[in-house]
Antibody, heavy 118, light 111 residues
Framework: QVQLQESGPGLVKSSETLSLTCSVSGGSMTHYYWNWIRQPPGKGLEWIGYVYSNGDTNYNPSLKGRVTISLDTSKNQFTLNLNSVTAADTAVYYC????????????WGQGTLVTVSS | QSALTQPPSASGSPGQSVTISCTGTSSDVGGYNYVSWYQQHPGKAPKLMIYEVTKRPSGVPDRFSGSKAGNTASLTVSGLQAEDEADYYCSSYTGSHNLGVFGGGTKLTVL
């Protein structure tokens, strides 16, 4: 069973770039979609985007221009970069996978809280 | 794309059944069979409970069931148990450019 684990700084300064890594263990990254999803404190889920195992990407239009998701299959990792962050980007960030877009995210990482400070 | 509409809260007593709705449009819920439901306990990651409207992943109790009628999908929890108390989110594929959308979430309370 595939397991996911997020890692990265818990505190990022406003206007800087948020960078997180999701490490994948227990399975191959081939033929899967690798997603980032976030949840502001006390609020609902927001899909950020995905990278497919061939490197193709797709992003939430509301974040387009600020987000990049990349894949490193040699390290069994994928990475989220979100630039020009503001307090509105403070959230728990989850990585999750699926075999087809929006078929069902399973499994998820445990999540990591990123706080944007001024 | 707009978020799917869920009731903010739902409740039921142990042993009862409760249904949570998820309303979208013909461009998302009504147009595709890629509706999923997630359970989230406080401080935990969401867990997939239902996918493709009605299917349960391995390990999910058959007390959880999904359905869809028109633009509204529903999650029914039968034989409510204390551990079912959690937030529940729906999601749907929207078809356009492989995009999708989540619902706003429903807090289920077991009385």
């Amino acid at each position: 069973q595939v397991q996911l684990q997020e890692s990265g700084p818990g505190l990022v300064k406003s206007s800087e770039t948020l960078s997180l890594t999701c490490s994948v263990s227990g399975g191959s990254m081939t033929h899967y979609y690798w997603n980032w999803i976030r949840q502001p404190p006390g609020k609902g889920l927001e899909w950020i985007g995905y990278v497919y195992s061939n490197g193709d990407t797709n992003y939430n239009p509301s974040l387009k221009g600020r987000v990049t998701i990349s894949l490193d299959t040699s390290k069994n990792q994928f990475t989220l970069n979100l630039n020009s962050v503001t307090a509105a980007d403070t959230a728990v960030y989850y990585c999750a996978t699926e075999d087809l877009p929006w078929k069902g995210f399973d499994p998820w990482g445990q999540g990591t809280l990123v706080t944007v400070s001024s | 794309q707009s978020a799917l509409t869920q009731p903010p809260s739902a409740s039921g007593s142990p042993g009862q059944s409760v249904t949570i709705s998820c309303t979208g449009t013909s461009s998302d819920v009504g147009g595709y069979n890629y509706v999923s439901w997630y359970q989230q306990h406080p401080g935990k990651a969401p867990k997939l409970m239902i996918y493709e409207v009605t299917k349960r992943p391995s390990g999910v109790p058959d007390r959880f069931s999904g359905s869809k009628a028109g633009n509204t999908a529903s999650l029914t929890v039968s034989g409510l148990q204390a551990e079912d108390e959690a937030d529940y989110y729906c999601s749907s594929y929207t078809g356009s450019h492989n995009l999708g959308v989540f619902g706003g979430g429903t807090k289920l309370t077991v009385l």
